[in-house]
């Protein structure tokens, strides 16, 4: 199992707000990045530095952390949205890094 | 536009040695981490490691004793071996820029460890 616990699935109706959730003690003290990935694709960079959005994801994409728990919220889910996430971080030595297990999302 | 591109043998016999290439096109491999990452059919990622561009290199502990991570400044690239492969090594091998926040992705490589 990973340090890094995440929902295997959650689903939001349409144009909802959802919110992801990556736990772990290494949260508390290195940041988490956060990754979608499409069947047959390769993942692709939503959210670095916890909260940060590489250009070109849309500002729906937000990221958020509080105590040992990272989030990544998606406002006004849109079908296109519908994907694997996945968050990443370091692992409880702080010298190397982990995913979580991945988060299948659903868009109703 | 920088692009990477995995290369290297889809079938691997058991106990022999998976290696792959990553080929950085579009830019130079000077001054970023280069990550490994695979993912077995149908499951999660897994972090496998990264090599920095002066050599220098951080494994998952899981298989610190089998797989070495280098650079190929001659090919502009970098590669990935993996020794005593078995059937748990099948996967999806991706190369990526960064060390924590990957940004750019290889397309990845199907690798699967069958006699």
């Known amino acids: 199992s990973s340090e890094l616990t995440q929902d295997a699935a959650v689903s939001v109706a349409l144009g909802q707000t959802v919110r992801i959730t990556c736990q772990g003690d290494?949260?508390?003290?290195?940041?988490a990045s956060w990754y979608q990935q499409k069947p047959g694709l390769a993942p692709i960079l939503v959210i670095s530095?916890?909260?940060r959005r590489p250009s070109g994801i849309p500002d729906r994409f937000s990221g958020s952390r509080s105590g040992n728990t990272a989030s990544l919220t998606i406002t006004g889910t849109q079908a296109e949205d519908a994907a694997d996430y996945y968050c990443?971080?370091?692992?409880?030595?702080?010298?190397?890094?982990?995913f979580g297990g991945g988060t299948k999302l659903t868009v109703l | 536009q920088v692009q990477l591109q995995e290369s290297g043998p889809g079938l691997v016999t058991p106990s022999e040695t998976l290696s792959l290439t990553c080929s950085v096109t579009?830019?130079?491999?000077?001054?970023?981490?280069w990550s490994w990452i695979r993912q077995p059919p149908g499951k999660g990622l897994e972090w496998m490691g990264f090599?920095?561009?002066?050599?220098?290199?951080n494994y998952i502990p899981s298989l610190q004793s089998r797989v070495s991570m280098s650079v190929d400044r001659s090919k502009n690239g970098v590669s990935l071996k993996l020794t005593s492969v078995t059937a748990a090594d099948t996967a999806i091998y991706y190369c990526?820029?960064?060390?924590?926040?990957?940004?750019?992705w290889g397309q990845g490589i199907l690798v699967t460890v069958s006699s």
């Open positions: 290494s949260l508390i003290n290195y940041y």
């Open positions: 090599v920095y561009y002066t050599g220098s290199t």
């Open positions: 530095h916890q909260h």
């Open positions: 990443h971080s370091r692992d409880s030595s702080g010298q190397h890094w982990v």
């Open positions: 579009g830019g130079s491999i000077n001054s970023y981490y």
């Open positions: 990526a820029r960064g060390s924590q926040d990957f940004d750019i």
